[in-house]
C-alpha cells in the first residue's frame, strides 16, 4: 500500500535539506548533552551556525582543515560524545577520506559524517564544488552507513535517528530549495525505503532530490496508460533489499534516479541487489560519468539529464526490453 505524500507536483515550493540538518542539531542540542557539532569554516552554508548560536561550548570551526576536523571529531567519539562534523560534500569526502576510511570507518568510530551541497544542484560553484561521487564513496567503506533525505523533514529526521545509532554515517544534503514531500507522520526508518506510489507497470526508485523527479514521472505516464510504483529510497547502505526484490518481482522492470555519478552510485547499489535477487531490466538515470560545469541548478538538472522526462524515456526504454 502507498503511504501517503503531499502533492507537490507542479511546485517548487519547499526547503533546502541542509536546514533540516540543523533543525535537527536544534533539538540534539536540547536532548542529548553528549551531541557536538564541528565545521570547516562553512557553518553558514551547512547551516550548522544555528547550533553554535545556542549552543557555543559544544561547536568547533576548525576551519579550512576538513582532515583534522574528522580527528578531532574521533578523539570526541573515544570519550563518549557524538560528533557531527559538516562542510561541502566534495571536501568532507575528498579531502578527508584518508582520515575517513582508516580512523572512523576502520575503527567503527561513532562519528556523523555530514556532506551538503551534494549533487549537480548546487549550480555556479562548478565541477570543484559538485559532490557527484561522495554517495558511492562512502557506500563501499566498511561499516559505513549512507543516508540521503529526499527533503527538509527527511532530513531532520534522518539527523535525528543517526545521533541515537551506534558507528560512523553519512548524511547527503542539497544547497537548493526542494518540493517538501513529507511531513511528521509520514515513517523513517534507516534501512528502510517508503512506497510512496503503487503501480504494476514498472518500479522508479529514486534517492534524494530525485524522488521529487520521478513523482512527476509518474503523474505524466499516469495519463499515458502507464502505472508506475514508486520508492524513496533514503538509506543508501544499509540498502532495503526486501523491498526492491519485491518491488521488481512484481513490476518486472525498474528504473533508478539519482543526481550522482550512475557508475558506483544509487543505481549500482539497486543492481546489486536485483542481479541477485531477482534480475530484470534496468535502466539508470543520472550523471553519465562526467564531471560537473557552472550554471543555474535549473539548467544543470537538465543538462545533466536529472528531470522527469529522463525517467520517463527510462521507463518506456526498460518496458521496450521487458517485452522482448
Not at 564541528?38 to 557555543?56: I, M, Q, V, Y
Amino acid at each position: 500500500m502507498a503511504t501517503a505524500h503531499k502533492d507537490v507536483c507542479g511546485t517548487l515550493e519547499g526547503k533546502a535539506t541542509r536546514f533540516g540538518y540543523s533543525d535537527g542539531l536544534l533539538i540534539l542540542g536540547t536532548t542529548d548533552p553528549r551531541v557536538f557539532v564541528l565545521d570547516a569554516d562553512l557553518a553558514k552554508s551547512t547551516t550548522s551556525e544555528r547550533f553554535k548560536k545556542e549552543f557555543p561550548d559544544r561547536f568547533i570551526d576548525c576551519g579550512i582543515a576538513e582532515a583534522n576536523m574528522v580527528g578531532i571529531a574521533a578523539g570526541l567519539s573515544l570519550m563518549g560524545k557524538v560528533p557531527f562534523t559538516s562542510t561541502y560534500g566534495t571536501f568532507m569526502v575528498d579531502r578527508a577520506l584518508d582520515q575517513i576510511r582508516v580512523t572512523v570507518a576502520y575503527g567503527e568510530l561513532n562519528v556523523k559524517i555530514v556532506g551538503a551541497h551534494g549533487g549537480i544542484s548546487v549550480g555556479p560553484d562548478g565541477a570543484t564544488h559538485q559532490a557527484l561521487e561522495d554517495l558511492g564513496t562512502m557506500r563501499m567503506l566498511p561499516h559505513m552507513t549512507v543516508i540521503n533525505p529526499c527533503d527538509v523533514n527527511e532530513a531532520r529526521k534522518a539527523t535525528l535517528a543517526v545521533a541515537a545509532m551506534q558507528g560512523p554515517v553519512f548524511i547527503r544534503l542539497g544547497r537548493e530549495s526542494v518540493p517538501i514531500l513529507t511531513d511528521d507522520a509520514t515513517p523513517f526508518e534507516i534501512g528502510k525505503g517508503i512506497t510512496f506510489e503503487d503501480g504494476d507497470d514498472v518500479t522508479i526508485t529514486a534517492t534524494g532530490y530525485m524522488v521529487y523527479e520521478a513523482l512527476l514521472a509518474h503523474e505524466e505516464l499516469k495519463k499515458q496508460g502507464i502505472h508506475a510504483r514508486v520508492l524513496n529510497i533514503h538509506t543508501i547502505k544499509p540498502i532495503d533489499r526486501e523491498l526492491l526484490v519485491k518491488a521488481a518481482r512484481e513490476t518486472g522492470a525498474v528504473v533508478t534516479a539519482e543526481e550522482h555519478q550512475v557508475m558506483g552510485g544509487f543505481g549500482s547499489a539497486v543492481a546489486e541487489v536485483l542481479v541477485q535477487d531477482c534480475p530484470v531490466p534496468m535502466e539508470f538515470v543520472g550523471i553519465k560519468d562526467r564531471f560537473g560545469e557552472s550554471g543555474t541548478p535549473d539548467e544543470l538538472l537538465t543538462a545533466f539529464g536529472c528531470r522527469a522526462a529522463n525517467i520517463e524515456q527510462a521507463v518506456k526504454a526498460v518496458l521496450a526490453r521487458r517485452k522482448r
